[in-house]
C-alpha cells in the first residue's frame, strides 16, 4: 500500500531537482551530509535552528517550507536525526503546506511567486517544468492527490513529536536557548570544536575540569555575588549605592551600571537562568566531546530542568531572567533586545519550548537526576567544602574531581593554620581535634533554652553587672532556642580542616576519616540542609565573629538557592562519631571548676603535639615549679587534700581571732628589711587584717580546686596523667564542690577570694583582680555569651534548674525532661 505521506513528500522534493523515488530517505548518506554541508548546515545544532524558523504560525514563506520539506529528508538520509522524526517533520510541514494552500495549483502559484521576488527566471534550474509535471498528475488523477494528502495529515497531525521526546531526553529542550537539540545520543559531529570553545571561554581541559564547573554552574555559578551584591543594594540609599559603584575596580564598572539600572527601574533582581542554561550548555558540550556518557549529562540537563522549574512558572520567565544575567555579565542591558532574541522560541508553533516548561519531565527522571547528583558529593569532603564555601565562595569551583591545589593556595593555607590556629603539619592531623568543641555547642544550646523560658542568672552579681551589649546578646539567644547550635562551632571546623586538606601536608586518610565524623555529626542533629541553614543563620545572626561581617547574608542565600551544594549533599544517616569525644555533662561541670583561671574547656583534653606541649610544660614549670608527671600527680593530690586553703587555716586563720598579735607581727615585719617570703607573709597579714575581699569569711577550697583541675587538663594534655587518673581527679574535684559550695555565685566567691589572697607582689594586681571580676561576671552571667559556662550548668550537687533543649543537642548525661 501507498504510504500518502511518503509519496506527497517525494513528489514535493522533485521540485527541489531531487529524482522521484518512493522513499524520501533513500538518498545515498555521504551525499545527504554533503548537500547539508553545500547549504551551510555543519551540524546538528544548524538543523534545528533552520527547521524552527520554518513555520511561523501560518504566515511561512512556501519557498522556506519547501526548503525544509527537503532539511528533514536530507537530515533522515544523511541519519543526523531519525527516520520516524524526519518523517514528523514532514508530516508537520505537509499539514501547514495542505492547511495553507487549497490546492496544488494553489501551492505552485505561491512557490512561484515566491521564488520570483527573489529574482527567478523560469527556465532557468528545471523548477517550472516540475510545476508542470506535479500538475499534470494531480489534474489526471495519478499519484496522490492534494486532497488525499490533506485528509490523510487531518487524520495524523497529533503524531510523533517534532523534538527528542522520549524519558530523559525532553530536559536537553532547554538547550534551544543555544541551538535546539533535534536528536541524541550527543555526537562529535555536533559540535566539532567543542574542545577548543571549552579551553577558551572556560579554561576547562578534560573531564573532570568539566564536572567541577557544571556543579559549580549548578551550584553557585555568577549569581551568588550579583544576588548579594543587589541584597546589600536593595538596602542602601542613594549615596550608598554611589559609593557601591565607584568603589568597584574598573573591569566591573559596566556591571556596576547595569546592576543599578535594574534597581531604579524595578526589575527583578533575579537571574539563576544565566547559570542554569549554561549548565545544560556545558553538559551538551561535553557529551559531544566524550567527556561525558549520555547518562551523565543527561543527569546534570535534568538537574538544570529541576532548578528551573523550582525558580520559573513559564518559558518567559526563564528567557528574562536569563537575559538580565547576560547584561550583568556582558555589562550591557540585553532586555532591549530580549524580544528580537528570544522571540522564535517564545511563539514558533514548532519550538521546542512549545510544550509548558512544568510538564517537562517525570518524577522517576527527576529522581535518577538527584541520585547522580548526590552521587558527584558522596563523598564526606563535599560537606567540609560546602560549609567553608560560605566564608570562602572560591572553594566551590572544587566541588566532584578532586582538582590539584596550587603552590601558592598551598602556602597561604599553611600561614593560616600557623597564624591563626597555631597549628602545624608536624603535629600530626589528630591536632585538629583540639578545635572540635562540643561542650561549646551545649551551653550555648542551654543559654537559649533558658533565655525562652525566662530563666538565665540575674545581671548583678557581687563582682558587678556585664555590659549592656554583652547582656542584651545573652538574651538574644531565646531567638535560637529551637536551633541546635553545633553548626555554629562545626562551621569553623569545616574551615579549618578545609585549610588543612588544602595544605597537603596533613595526612590524607585521616583528614578523610575527620570530615566523615563532621558529615555524621551534623547528619545528627539536622535532619536536612534547610534545618541546618537555618539553625546556621541564626546563631550566626546572634554570634557574629568579632571584627567580622556576619555571615547572615551568604547562608541565607544557600537557604535559598535550590541549587546551593548543601541541598545536595549527602544526608542519609550514618552511624554517629565525632571528629573528637564528647564530654559527659557531670566531667564537663567538673572541668569548668578552673572557672577564669584558664579559657573554658569546650572538649575533652587530649594528648598534644610535642610543639604544642612545649608551652604548656613551659606554663606548668612558671607557674608551679613542676617538671614531670610524678611532681605533678603529688602536686594534685595535695591541691585535692590539703592545697593553699590549709596553709591558710594554718598560718593565718588564728590570727582572726587574735588582733592586737596581727597588728604586732605586722608591725615587726614592717620595720626592718623582708625576705620575698617574709614580704609575701606581710601583704597577707595585711589582707587577713583588712578581711580584703572576704578571704577570712569564706572557704577557700575553690581556690584549690581550680589550680587542681587546671593542673590536671595540662597533665592530660602533657600526657603525664593517663585516663583513668584524670578521671579520677575531675571525680574528687566534683565531689568536693558539691561538699563545699551551694552555688556557683559561692564558688565564685572563694574562688575570687583565693585569687586575691595568695596572689604574690606585683604592681599589676589591681589590673589582675579587676579582669577576674570580670571575667567571674562573665561565667556566672553568661554575658556575653562565651565568656564562660557557668550559666549553663547545674553547680555540682545542686537541684536541677535549667529547662531541657528542645533538641538533641546536648552532652551525654543530660537526661532532664521539659518543667
Known amino acids: 500500500m501507498v504510504d500518502p505521506l511518503n509519496a506527497w513528500w517525494a513528489q514535493q522534493l522533485v521540485l527541489c531537482g531531487w529524482a522521484f523515488a518512493p522513499d524520501p530517505l533513500a538518498l545515498d548518506a555521504s551525499a545527504a551530509a554533503a548537500r547539508l554541508d553545500a547549504l551551510g548546515i555543519n551540524d546538528r545544532g544548524e538543523l534545528g535552528w533552520r527547521l524552527l524558523e520554518s513555520c511561523d504560525g501560518g504566515h511561512a514563506d512556501p519557498a522556506r517550507l519547501l526548503a525544509t520539506l527537503e532539511l528533514a529528508a536530507l537530515a533522515g538520509a544523511a541519519g543526523w536525526i531519525p527516520a520516524a522524526r524526519a518523517r514528523s517533520w514532514a508530516l508537520h510541514l505537509a499539514d501547514e503546506i495542505t492547511a495553507g494552500h487549497a490546492d496544488l495549483d494553489d501551492w505552485l502559484e505561491a512557490l512561484l511567486h515566491a521564488r520570483s521576488a ?43 513529536s517534532l523534538w527528542p521526546d522520549a524519558p530523559g531526553e525532553r530536559a536537553w529542550r532547554l538547550r534551544a536557548a543555544f541551538a535546539p537539540v533535534v536528536a ?95 549548565l545544560v550548555d556545558l553538559a551538551w558540550a561535553g557529551a559531544c566531546q566524550g567527556w561525558l556518557e549520555e547518562t551523565e549529562a543527561a543527569a546534570f540537563a535534568t538537574h538544570a530542568l529541576e532548578l528551573v522549574q523550582h525558580r520559573y512558572s513559564d518559558w518567559s520567565a ?182 588543612a586538606m588544602d595544605t597537603e601536608a596533613f595526612e590524607s586518610a585521616a583528614l578523610e576519616r575527620f570530615a566523615e565524623a563532621l558529615c555524621s555529626t551534623l547528619c545528627r542533629f539536622y535532619p536536612d540542609a534547610r534545618r541546618l541553614l537555618e539553625a546556621w543563620a541564626h546563631w550566626e545572626a546572634l554570634l557574629p565573629e568579632a571584627e567580622q561581617p556576619p555571615l547572615t547574608a551568604e547562608i541565607r542565600w544557600h537557604l535559598e538557592d535550590p541549587g546551593s551544594p548543601f541541598h545536595w549533599l549527602d544526608w542519609r544517616s550514618r552511624e554517629w562519631r565525632e571528629p573528637g569525644p564528647r564530654p559527659s555533662l557531670r566531667r564537663f561541670t567538673a572541668m569548668a571548676l578552673v572557672g577564669p583561671l584558664n579559657m573554658p574547656a569546650w572538649s575533652e583534653p587530649r594528648v598534644e603535639s610535642e610543639r604544642e606541649a612545649v608551652s604548656i610544660r613551659e606554663w606548668v614549670d612558671d607557674h608551679y615549679a613542676i617538671t614531670g608527671p610524678a611532681e605533678l600527680a603529688e602536686f594534685v593530690h595535695f591541691l585535692l587534700e590539703a592545697g593553699d586553703r590549709q596553709e591558710y587555716q594554718i598560718n593565718y586563720a588564728p590570727y582572726t581571732l587574735n588582733a592586737a598579735r596581727l597588728a604586732s607581727e605586722i608591725a615587726m615585719l614592717e620595720s626592718g628589711e623582708c625576705s620575698e617570703e617574709d614580704r609575701n607573709h606581710l601583704l597577707r597579714l595585711r589582707r587577713v587584717r583588712d578581711n580584703e575581699d572576704g578571704c577570712n569569711e569564706v572557704d577557700l577550697t575553690a581556690w584549690d580546686l581550680a589550680q587542681a583541675v587546671d593542673l590536671a587538663i595540662a597533665g592530660r594534655q602533657l600526657g603525664w596523667l593517663q585516663a583513668d587518673a584524670f578521671d579520677d581527679v575531675l571525680e574528687r574535684a566534683h565531689a568536693l564542690a558539691a561538699e563545699h559550695y551551694a552555688n556557683w555565685s559561692a564558688y565564685a566567691r572563694a574562688l575570687y577570694a583565693g585569687f586575691s589572697f595568695f596572689m604574690g607582689e606585683t604592681p599589676e594586681r589591681d589590673s589582675f583582680l579587676a579582669g577576674m571580676r570580670q571575667a567571674l561576671v562573665a561565667w556566672l552571667t553568661g554575658a556575653p555569651p562565651l565568656g564562660g559556662p557557668w550559666a549553663s550548668l547545674d553547680f555540682p550537687g545542686a537541684r536541677p534548674r535549667h529547662w531541657a533543649p528542645m533538641h538533641v543537642d546536648t552532652l551525654p548525661g543530660d537526661a532532664r525532661t521539659l518543667h
Not at 126 to 133: I, L, T
Request: aromatic share 10%; glycine share 6%; hydrophobic share 45%.
Open 318 to 499: 526563564l528567557a528574562r531572567a536569563y537575559q538580565r544575567g547576560r547584561s550583568l555579565f556582558e555589562g550591557r542591558n540585553r532586555l532591549k533586545s530580549l524580544e528580537r532574541d528570544w522571540q522564535l522560541l517564545l511563539q514558533s508553533p514548532v519550538s521546542p519550548w512549545r510544550t509548558a516548561l512544568q510538564e517537562l519531565v517525570e518524577p522517576d527522571e527527576r529522581e535518577a537526576a538527584r541520585q547522580a547528583m548526590a552521587e558527584w558529593r558522596r563523598s564526606p569532603r563535599h560537606w567540609v567544602s560546602a560549609l567553608a564555601s560560605v566564608r570562602e565562595p572560591e572553594l566551590a569551583t572544587r566541588q566532584g574531581p578532586l582538582a590539584p591545589v596550587p603552590a601558592t593556595r598551598r602556602d597561604d593555607a599553611l600561614n593560616y593554620l600557623r597564624d591563626t590556629l597555631e597549628l602545624h603539619p608536624d603535629e600530626g592531623t589528630e591536632a585538629l581535634a583540639r578545635y572540635w568543641l562540643p561542650a561549646q555547642a551545649h551551653h550555648l544550646n542551654q543559654l537559649a533554652a533558658d533565655a525562652a523560658h525566662g530563666a538565665l542568672p540575674g545581671a548583678e552579681t557581687r563582682f558587678g553587672a556585664p555590659a549592656s551589649a554583652d547582656l542584651a546578646a545573652r538574651d538574644a539567644l531565646r531567638q535560637a532556642s529551637r536551633y541546635a547550635a553545633t553548626v555554629h562551632m562545626a562551621e569553623k571546623y569545616a574551615f579549618y580542616l578545609q585549610m
Open 118 to 160: 527573489e529574482g527567478w527566471v523560469r527556465g532557468d534550474d528545471g523548477f517550472w517544468e516540475a510545476c508542470e509535471a506535479l500538475s499534470k498528475l494531480e489534474h489526471e488523477g495519478e499519484g496522490v492527490t492534494w486532497s488525499l494528502v490533506a485528509e490523510w495529515v487531518a487524520r495524523e497531525r497529533h503524531g510523533p
Open 184 to 278: 541524541l545520543p550527543a555526537i562529535p559531529q555536533d559540535w566539532p570544536d567543542a574542545a577548543a570553545w571549552l579551553a577558551e571561554g572556560w579554561q576547562i581541559e578534560g573531564r573532570d575540569d568539566l564536572v567541577r564547573c557544571l556543579l559549580w554552574l549548578a551550584g553557585q555559578g555568577h549569581r551568588q555575588a550579583w544576588d548579594l551584591d543587589a541584597t546589600r543594594l536593595l538596602q542602601a540609599d542613594a549615596d550608598a549605592r554611589r559609593a557601591w559603584r565607584e568603589a568597584l575596580p574598573a573591569p566591573d564598572a559596566a556591571y556596576g551600571r547595569v546592576m543599578l539600572a535594574f534597581l531604579e527601574q524595578g526589575e527583578p533582581l533575579e537571574w539563576a537562568a544565566w547559570d542554569w542554561l549554561r
